[in-house]
């Protein structure tokens, strides 16, 4: 069983960084592939970044180049650093934890998730 805790969200400028942290509780942490994804208002939930245990991060193309996942197993949190933030980027990031089965990864534990506002 692992319980995930977000924090980090708030209200911010277009243009501007946020960094989300995801902690977790659990000894196996760093078995679990990690993942964050977001939902706006009237929209389907989107993937948007993966980190693997040791530490490869892969992005959404809509948040390549603005967004870099991170973690530290020894803090047993994950990390989502925002830049270049864009009102489109506005939703409820939620943070998962999951493994890769096959060639998917399915994700069997979710945040309440924290909310991102990013005005224009």
């Known amino acids: 069983q692992v319980q995930l805790v977000e924090s980090g969200g708030g209200l911010v400028q277009a243009g501007g960084s946020l960094r989300l942290s995801c902690a977790a509780s659990?000894?196996?942490?760093?078995?679990?592939?990690m993942g964050w994804f977001r939902q706006a208002p009237g929209k389907e939930r989107e993937f948007v970044a993966r980190i693997s245990w040791s530490g490869d991060g892969y992005c959404a193309d809509s948040v390549k180049g603005r967004f870099t996942i991170s973690r530290d197993n020894a803090k047993n949190t994950v990390y989502l650093q925002m830049n270049s933030l864009k009102p489109e980027d506005t939703a409820v990031y939620y943070c998962?934890?999951?493994?890769?089965?096959?060639?998917?990864?399915?994700?069997?534990?979710w945040g309440q998730g924290t909310a991102v506002t990013v005005s224009s």
């Open positions: 998962a934890a999951g493994k890769r089965r096959g060639i998917a990864y399915e994700y069997d534990y």
């Open positions: 659990g000894r196996t942490f760093g078995s679990y592939v």
